[in-house]
């Protein structure tokens, strides 16, 4: 094997835009090395090329400009003996839901003719590595996102590939699967020396790589091995703690307001991690040093390209403007006059069957009125049922729930006009123009004439949708989707906000705007119920509730989350080590109970 899996000179590719004689171009003069027998991540954010990057490279896709060659063979050229000689997952691994683990596993094994005498050791392997040899006759439909997403990774793996291509593997999978995804990926690197390419939105994972490419509108922004990105943020990475009673979104968001001293800020362990501007003045002089992480460089290397505002300057974050709040306030409604209003949502003993299966178990407990509230839990947990039941999507089969005041189990249509729900996957209508989907749902929701016109003005201001209001909205990328899901849930000005998975997928720069404006509308009294894999997440709620196996396993702000997971209120255990750390407890003692 040469000493580079994959080599990219100067590699182009466009894609027509409909309604445009100006074709979009996807990738620009890309220029890049896979070294061979590593892991390599590409980063960037939503729309940087890094999907057409991976399905050029796995022959699906013809460059049209520059070079690229895939295991010493032009791509271009030979397609069909690069895919001989590759494996590629895509972000939609196609599963057969409708069959079984095994019966998935026969059918990739057929696909890519794989003998029976090679199927029998490299099943045996693959059942090992992703422990699912107990669900071999379990209907692939019936698994748990997490599950599904490692028998992806095996049917992609029935024959033993020189090169690995993984697509966000790893988007919707909860912390617990993730790890032992990239377990999987590492196992194959160093028993079989496989070479492999991995785009991913987690900073983290491309932490574990040997080398990491950073692509934005299709370009090159930088590359290297993580240590080397990390450095451009020496010096200038600190955190802040809050102030007594202050949630750390609150601090974030006084932070990101101010762009001439502040690059980024998130919440983390309870206090706030943030970026100061080189050259700036002084931020928060009680404020302390930590060394530099892969993410720090990376929104570094972010705010140069967007170009960083002179000293002095006061320019506001791009996309999430702090006059948003202002904005964001009027489609809201006014705060609760007394802190210890009735809560909005009431949970009592609630449970929900399907069949015998018990999906959640004797669940309680209670929203107020402008708090962000987090469910979380791995894969099949039962916070998806849960959440369905408080939208009202939902009844459920035991219990009691009251939504905005209004009893679930006999009037979700009532509870449904104070509500808004952006779904994980887009549920808006792909063929209908951003402006008729808002249209639409406007009408929906009982908006008509002065009105209407009024929020659809706002909400063409406040998400930036001006501009392609006339795209279908199938045709918008992630980011613009998920700023058009928003507006329309909260054309009708919602008491609720719920939010399943919203930043599924994005990158950290997207996460950052998005976290922004929510914190805006909770700080204007509306309520919002997310549900989230991002651990980083759970630090923007005020409380959070784990779920596992339909039980609940911890209730409390994060820090009383982080205090049960063993870390003590002041430790500096982050979310994701608290979150791993009380849903393996949990299932220790039920295998002692056992």
């Known amino acids: 094997m040469s000493a580079a899996a994959i080599v990219a000179q100067g590699l182009g590719k466009d894609f027509a835009v409909p309604g445009s004689k100006q074709p979009l171009a996807a990738l620009s003069a890309l220029s890049i090395e896979v070294p061979a027998g590593t892991i390599t991540a590409l980063v960037g954010p939503d729309g940087a090329g890094k999907t057409t990057f991976i399905r050029l490279a796995a022959g699906l896709l013809r460059p049209d400009r520059g070079r690229l060659q895939v295991l010493g063979l032009d791509v271009a050229h030979a397609p069909q003996a690069v895919q001989d ?101 590492e196992q194959l690197i160093q028993g079989e020396r496989v070479s492999v390419l991995v785009a991913t939105a987690y900073l ?50 006084r932070l990101l307001d ?6 980024d800020a998130v919440p983390e362990a309870g206090a706030v991690r943030f970026i100061r501007r080189a050259g700036a003045p002084a931020v928060l002089p009680s404020s302390r040093p930590v060394a530099p992480r892969l993410e720090d460089g990376f929104m570094l290397l972010l ?18 403007p702090g006059a948003a709040a202002a904005a964001l306030a009027t489609m809201a409604p006014p705060p609760a006059a007394a802190a ?34 987090g469910l979380l839990g791995p894969n099949g947990a039962g916070k998806t049922t849960t959440f369905r039941m408080l939208c009202g999507l ?21 509870a449904r006009r104070h509500i808004g729900y952006v779904s994980q996957k887009f549920a808006l209508y792909a063929n ?31 998400f930036e949708l001006q501009d392609v209001r006339r795209m279908p909205s199938g045709q918008l990328p992630g980011g613009y989707r998920q700023r058009l899901a928003m507006a329309a849930a909260l054309l009708h000005e919602p008491q609720i906000l719920f939010l399943d998975e919203p930043t599924s997928g994005a990158d950290p720069h997207a996460r950052r705007a998005f976290w922004r404006r929510i914190t805006a509308l909770a700080a204007a009294g509306t309520t919002v119920v997310v549900t989230t894999h991002f651990m980083e997440e759970a630090e923007y709620c005020d409380r959070i ?26 430790a500096a255990m982050n979310m994701e080590q608290a979150f791993i750390g009380v849903v393996e407890a949990a299932r220790r003692q039920l295998q002692e109970a056992a």
């Open 258 to 263: 101010d762009r001439a001293q502040v690059v």
């Open 394 to 414: 939902l009844p459920p089969s035991g219990g009691q729930l009251r939504v905005a005041g209004v009893d679930m189990r006999h009037a979700r249509a009532a």
């Open 85 to 185: 000689r590759i494996s590629y997952m895509p972000q939609r691994f196609g599963l057969y839901e409708d069959l079984s683990v095994q019966e998935n596993l026969d059918l990739y094994a057929d696909l890519h003719g794989v003998p029976p005498a090679v199927r029998r050791d490299r099943y045996a392997r693959l059942m090992e590595m992703t422990d699912l040899g107990r669900f071999r006759a379990r209907l692939a439909g019936k698994l748990s996102g997490g599950m599904k997403q490692k028998l992806g990774l095996a049917c992609t793996l029935v024959r033993s590939p020189e090169l690995l291509l993984l697509d966000e593997p790893t988007v919707g999978v909860d912390p617990l699967s993730r790890r032992e995804l990239w377990q999987i990926v």
């Open 432 to 462: 209908l123009s951003v402006e008729d989907n808002l249209r639409f749902f406007a009408g929906a929701y009982g908006l008509t004439g002065a009105l209407q016109q009024r929020q659809l003005q706002r909400a063409y201001a406040e």
């Open 545 to 570: 509730v784990i779920q596992d196996a339909g039980r609940v396993l911890a209730l409390g702000t994060p820090a009383e989350v982080r205090a049960q997971a063993g870390g003590g209120v002041n």
């Open 204 to 253: 983290d994972e491309a932490e574990r790589c040997a080398r990491v490419y950073l692509l934005r509108e299709g370009r090159l922004l930088a590359g290297g091995a993580p240590a080397e990105l990390r450095e451009r943020a020496a010096g200038l990475v600190r955190v802040a703690e809050p102030a007594a009673g202050e949630a750390p979104r609150l601090l974030q968001a």
């Open 340 to 373: 210890d209003a009735a809560p909005v949502i009431r949970v009592q003993h609630l449970t929900r069957r399907f069949g015998d299966f018990v999906a959640v178990a004797d669940t309680s407990f209670d929203v107020k009125r402008g708090e962000v509230f």
């Open 303 to 320: 705010d140069a390209a967007d170009g960083a505002p002179a000293t002095g300057a006061s320019a506001p974050v791009a996309a999430t």
